[in-house]
C-alpha cells in the first residue's frame, strides 16, 4: 500500500485555506476539509449529535438539522460550553481523518494527503502531520473576504479568539503561503510549495 505525505493546512480565518487546498487537489492531492467532516458530524441522529443536543438544548435544531450558526453563537459565548464541543468534536474528526487517510492510501492515484484544519496547533494535532503550512493574509484583507462570505463583522474576532495568532501559526508551521494578492500569485506559491514537498 502507498504511503502519502501527510499534509496539514492551517492559517486564521478567510486566510485563503480551501482555496490553497483546492490548488493542491489540482496537482493529485486528496483533499479533507475538517470543517466539512464536523458538518457531517454535527446531524442529530448520530451519537455525537444527539450529546451536542443535550449539552446545548434542542433550540440548536432547525428544520430537523442542528443549526451550526446558532451552536456557535451558543458555543463562543460561553467558554466552558465551547471547551466541552471542542472535546466531543475534536477527537471524532482526527478518527476520520485517519480512516481516510487509510482509503486515500489503498487507493494510490494521489501525490499527497491534504488537509485543511483551522485549529491545527490549538488541538496539537500537528504531530499527526509531515509537513505544517500556514496561510497567512494581512487581517484587513481577511476582514474583508470574511464579510464577503456573509458574515458579521464582530463574528471574526470573537471566532478567532480560539486561534493562535496567524503569526503564532506561520512561526510553529514547516512553510507559511502569503496571500495577500491575485488567486494566480496563490497558485503559483502552491505550484512551488508542492514541488518542494515532492522533492524532501
Known sequence: MLTLKKVAITGGLASGKTTASRFFE?????????????????????????????????EIVENGKISRR???????????????????????????IEELYSAACKKGIHSSFVVEIPLLFEISADPFYDVTVTVLADEKKAKERFEKAGFQKMEYDLRMKRHLKPEQKAAKSHYTIHNNGSLEELRSEVVKLNQIIHNQ
Do not use: M
Not at 451552536?71 to 467558554?79: G, M, N, R, S, V
Open 70 to 96: 446558532i451552536l456557535a453563537e451558543k458555543a463562543f459565548k460561553d467558554q466552558k460550553q465551547l471547551e466541552k464541543l471542542e472535546e466531543l468534536l475534536h477527537p471524532e474528526v482526527i478518527k476520520q
Open 26 to 58: 489540482e496537482l493529485g492531492a486528496y483533499v479533507v476539509n475538517a470543517d466539512a467532516i464536523v458538518r457531517e458530524l454535527l446531524r442529530p441522529d448520530t451519537d455525537l449529535g444527539k450529546q451536542i443536543i443535550l449539552l446545548f438544548g434542542s
